[in-house]
């Protein structure tokens, strides 16, 4: 590529949901933008692809459910409805199979799942109440640039709810957590959730996780696109087109001297991508603190084709866009500490979506895709495809009947379609409390890449992993406004010629 540094007004490097949010909102602005994307597929974390498992049956290779997406204030203005994008959102956000008794569901509804915990119910209600009353400005803070304030937040309402969250996020961060509940399905049911952050339990970073996610679920749901995941990069891909961007797939960038010149640079990279390419330009000081970032623990993804739903024993579960397959709050978070440890968990927590159930046009002939993860420790290798079968089977028997066929991706190998995540780490960064308010690095812009004209803009940055896209809008708008005196563009569809 040495002959390509031409003069061009903005380079992105990488297509995750991140790069083209940036890329879109540049080239919003009227500025002409190149995207270098490593793979030959456009995506990053959201493409949906067929793996050859059987045929026209396509698989999210990563994101497969979106609250995160619906709750987006970038989406939200992008308007992925109006561009086609259906985000089916299921009555059932989330669900927590027990091995002995009934689930805990969480329903879109906040008043049926506490109707349906029993004992706990008024616990669970009291817990999320004020949080779903004011979910939007939650929102606005868990999605913001974690440099700026929310505009309601310093009004009595706004103050109430931040007190709400902090008070909650205490109590359920810490080994107080079990206080407010007597039975074990509603702190499973949290629990559930507050694994993703891939960190051990109880945490402030798994309570801040989980409560962002479960508000959600209550407030907004949590969707699955028509089509897949993908059907969202194909929405900011088109809509990068129209506005003169291009994606050059199959560049992976490992050194400045291979990028045109240009007026910014924008990296949906790691940190350590980034030092790569930029480290010999950068201020020491900054190339130290990024060479300090820490990567998480790990997942190792496992794709089934399947011939029929999953039969779980409590059939609930089988309406949930998300299945949290881990058994109790204690079983999990020991789960969770092994992997911590260095240690494989034998009934670890795995992540399952059957994406059919809010989409049957993904069942193809009678055969419908499983979309399956678990947690284990950075780097492994082990194929987990046992584990994960049988850890399912625990809580639906006779799953093993309808697995077709299926797929590992060992956490090791998941940089080789995807490098930004290193060691199986699919959060790019710890999610950890340090972690999650000083991601990339403690400082006043967690978006500036110590060099003028160069950003991070991946889920390296604020607000962190998810397919929201706010990590490369809020760089971008950085860009804008520091390198071209632009204000930020609208980013509504085009009104139809
Ligand atoms: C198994 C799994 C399940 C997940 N489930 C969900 C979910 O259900 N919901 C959700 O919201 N999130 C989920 N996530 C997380 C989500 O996918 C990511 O947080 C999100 O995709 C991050 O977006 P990004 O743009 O920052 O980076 P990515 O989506 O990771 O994209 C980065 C892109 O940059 C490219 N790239 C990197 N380095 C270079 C280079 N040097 N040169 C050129 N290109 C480069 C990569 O090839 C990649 O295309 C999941 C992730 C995984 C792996």
Redesign the pocket.
């Known amino acids: 590529m040495a002959g390509m540094r031409a003069v061009t007004d903005a380079v992105v ?9 940036a890329a879109v909102t540049l080239a919003r602005a009227g500025l002409e933008v190149t995207v ?4 030959e597929t ?5 493409r949906t692809l067929e793996l050859g498992l059987a045929p026209g049956v396509e698989h ?10 619906l709750a987006s204030p970038f989406f939200a203005e992008f308007d992925l409805a109006a561009r086609g994008v259906d985000l089916r959102v299921p009555d059932v956000a989330y669900a927590q199979p027990m091995a002995d008794g009934p689930a805990g569901i969480a329903y879109r509804s906040l008043g049926r799942t506490a109707a349906e915990l029993g004992p706990d119910g008024a616990a669970w209600f009291g817990l999320f109440g004020p949080l779903v009353e004011n979910a939007p400005m939650l929102t606005e803070l868990a999605l913001g640039d974690r440099r700026s304030l929310p505009a309601g937040l310093l009004t009595p309402t706004g103050l109430g709810a931040a007190v709400a969250a902090a008070s909650r996020l205490f109590e359920q961060g810490t080994r107080a957590w079990s206080a407010r509940f007597q039975g074990e399905v509603a702190p499973a049911l949290f629990t559930g959730v507050a694994a993703h952050s891939i960190t051990t339990l109880p945490s402030l970073a798994g309570a801040g996780t989980a409560i962002m996610l479960a508000t959600l679920a209550h407030a907004s749901g949590w969707p699955i696109p028509v089509g897949g ?1 993908g059907a969202i990069v194909a929405a900011l891909r088109a809509d990068l087109e129209a506005h003169g961007g291009r994606i050059r797939t199959g ?4 050194a400045w001297r291979e990028l045109p010149r240009a007026r910014a640079y924008l990296f ?3 940190p350590a ?1 980034l030092l ?2 930029w480290g010999e330009r950068m201020a020491p000081g900054v190339r130290a603190a990024l060479g300090r970032f820490r990567y998480g623990d790990a ?1 190792a ?1 496992v794709d089934y084709v399947l011939s029929g739903p999953v039969p779980w024993a409590d059939p609930r579960v089988g309406q949930a866009s ?1 299945v949290h397959v881990g058994g109790t709050r204690e079983e999990m978070a020991h789960a969770e500490d092994l992997v911590a440890d260095g240690v494989h968990a034998a009934t670890p927590l795995v ?1 399952f ?1 059957d994406p059919t159930v809010a989409d049957p046009g993904r069942d193809v002939a009678g055969l419908r895709p499983g979309w399956a ?1 678990t947690h284990v420790p950075t780097g492994s290798t082990v194929d987990v495809t046992g584990i994960v079968t049988a850890q399912i089977e625990r809580f639906a028997p006779g799953f093993t009947d309808v697995v077709v066929s299926s797929r590992c991706v060992p956490a090791a190998q ?1 940089a080789e ?5 290193l060691g199986g780490d ?3 960064g710890a999610v950890s409390t340090w972690g999650m308010v000083a991601r990339p690095r403690p400082t006043t812009d967690p978006f500036a890449a110590g060099i003028p004209g160069v950003y991070l ?4 940055v604020p607000p962190g ?5 706010m ?2 809008h809020h760089a971008a708008r950085r860009a804008l406004a520091q390198r071209f005196d632009l204000p930020a563009p609208s980013l509504a569809p085009d009104p139809a010629p």
């Open positions: 490097v990488g297509s995750g949901p991140n790069g083209l949010a270098f994307e490593a793979e456009v995506g990053g974390g959201a999210d290779i990563c994101s497969a459910v979106h609250p995160l997406a995941s560049h992976p960038i490992r949906d990279t790691t991508t790569e390419i997942a993804k998300t992540l979506s993860y998941m379609h995807n490098r930004n995540y699919i959060a790019a803009c991946s889920a390296s992993p998810g397919v929201h896209g990590g490369g």
